[in-house]
């Protein structure tokens, strides 16, 4: 299934500025608001038209949610939406994922979920929402963005709808599968200032200006982006989300996918392939040609290459939340702290200025009295396995120089010891789990958990001086 998780640029600026004229002013204490947007005639009949706004879709009208209009909006509101609405209040098991999440930006992103009820489709002019057509109809379907509010603030803007709220649920985990998308949208409203370094997401995505999970993206920091956030949906969504990570990698066939019409297309022409023909985007995105989609084997693929796909970031994240010190809250704060340091600059959103954030922290509490009492309890994990870790996902496809080229582009201000001891081991880490990544099916979890053994060893363990 495709995930489409982003705004077309075009129409963004109307849409920055018409939202920009009806939401409040400046808004200084962190907070989440809500829009519910639905049919004209709903919404005219429960509000009165002086109250509703436009600039959302053609017919269909909006009203901030608050104190005065909340027992309305509950009577009227589509089931979804308002499980949706209920959902992120205060207090509540999605809500306080959210509320981590906004501790990427420093609390200095304020959030607006924009609720909409498309039971019945969209028209032709589907206005702020990005569309997909199911049965004949024309649904909204979940994106997110975010843009300057001034004063060092920003406003993020997360795109939900009744239809694709179905469509979702329906999905391994039910509603949670749903909570999940929410958790992924939020998170891209935590990442400020360029997206991309090619000036518009839609060249990331390809010809077809969107993404699949399994897909070669045209560069690492949206890759890393999209795929820290399926992480945090599949921790609320666990352990469903976990269970389609390890299908995916034990998969030995083709399962990455990459669109002819992509920038990274040539740089895997020669990589051996399948590839399938297929319609052009229309309107096309680059005029002419042959347009085809080509998959590939894991091992095929250049070790470098892998850190393009979406899943390298969600298993990534996803593996060491799972096993390091055996304490998921912990590691789930470290990679919260991670992200943290990448809200603002896009050149610091890769996968190897993670290991390096991640391996810090992780030697800085193995000095520590509590880290300490884990080492001697054998439950304390070495700093140099988010080095093996991503060595892993990559089987081991880059050379010593390779990786260490790819973790020093980031300019780190700090190196952990792991930095210049995972070297002595990485050889036999790589022959501890060469039978597990040559099975078929890949026994990539086995691998994992192998490799964290490994690095729970008294003697792997480095602490900070």
């Known amino acids: ?41 709903t919404m005219v009949n429960a509000f009165g038209a002086a109250n509703v706004s436009g600039g959302f879709a053609s017919g269909f009208r909006g009203i901030l949610v608050g104190a005065g209009n909340v027992v309305k909006f509950k009577q009227i509101a589509s089931a979804n939406m ?27 992103v304020d959030v607006y979920y924009i609720l909409l009820d498309d039971r019945n489709g969209l028209g032709a002019n589907s206005g702020i929402f990005v569309t997909d057509t199911h049965n004949g109809k024309k649904i909204s379907w979940p994106v997110a963005w975010v843009s300057p509010a001034g004063g060092g603030r920003y406003k993020g803007y997360v795109n939900l709808s009744e239809e694709s709220s179905n469509l979702m649920k329906a999905l391994p985990g ?31 995505y ?22 820290i956030g399926t992480f945090f949906g599949h921790v609320r969504n666990d352990p469903e989300g976990a269970k389609g990570e390890a299908t995916f990698f034990s998969r030995t066939d083709e399962r990455y996918a990459l669109e002819s019409w992509s920038v990274l297309a040539p740089n895997l022409y020669r990589v051996p392939h399948k590839e399938k023909t297929r319609t052009p985007p229309t309107p096309p995105a ?20 892998i850190l393009f796909s979406e899943s390298t970031s969600t298993g990534f994240h996803l593996y060491f939340w799972k096993h390091v010190n055996g304490n998921k809250d912990q590691a789930y704060d470290m990679i919260i702290k991670s992200a943290n340091a990448m809200w603002k600059d896009r050149k610091k959103r890769y996968l190897a200025y993670a290991v390096n954030r991640l391996a810090l922290q992780m030697e800085a509490f193995a000095a520590t009295a509590d880290g300490q009492a884990a080492k001697a309890a054998g439950k304390l994990t070495s700093s140099m396995y988010p080095f093996a870790l991503l060595d892993l996902l990559t089987h081991f496809g880059m050379s010593d120089e390779e990786y260490k080229k790819e973790y020093e582009r980031n300019y780190p201000d700090k190196h952990p010891q792991a930095f210049t001891k995972y070297w002595q081991h990485r050889n036999p880490v790589k022959q501890l789990v060469k039978a597990d990544l040559d099975a078929s099916p890949i026994r990539f979890e086995k691998a994992v958990s192998s490799v964290h053994q490994y690095f729970q060893k008294q003697e792997t363990i480095l602490a900070a001086p």
């Open 1 to 41: 299934m495709r995930n489409q998780y982003e705004l077309p640029v075009k129409g963004t600026l109307i849409l920055l500025l018409f939202l920009a004229l009806m939401l409040p002013g400046s808004l200084f204490a962190q907070s989440i608001n809500f829009y519910y947007a639905a049919p004209t005639n």
């Open 206 to 227: 390809g010809g077809d200006k969107s993404h699949w999970t399994s897909e070669f993206l045209g560069d690492q920091e949206l890759a890393f982006e999209e795929g």
């Open 82 to 108: 308002l499980k949706t609405y209920e959902d992120l209040q205060a207090g509540t098991a999605l809500r306080k994922h959210v509320d981590k999440l906004l501790k990427i930006a420093d609390g200095k």
């Open 286 to 305: 680059t005029p002419g040609g042959r347009y085809a989609v080509r998959y590939y084997k894991w091992k095929d693929v250049p070790g470098f290459y």
């Open 174 to 204: 039910g509603w949670k599968a749903w909570e999940s998308v929410v958790l992924h949208e939020t998170n891209h409203t935590q990442y400020v200032g360029d997206k991309t370094k090619w000036g518009s997401i839609h060249i990331t």
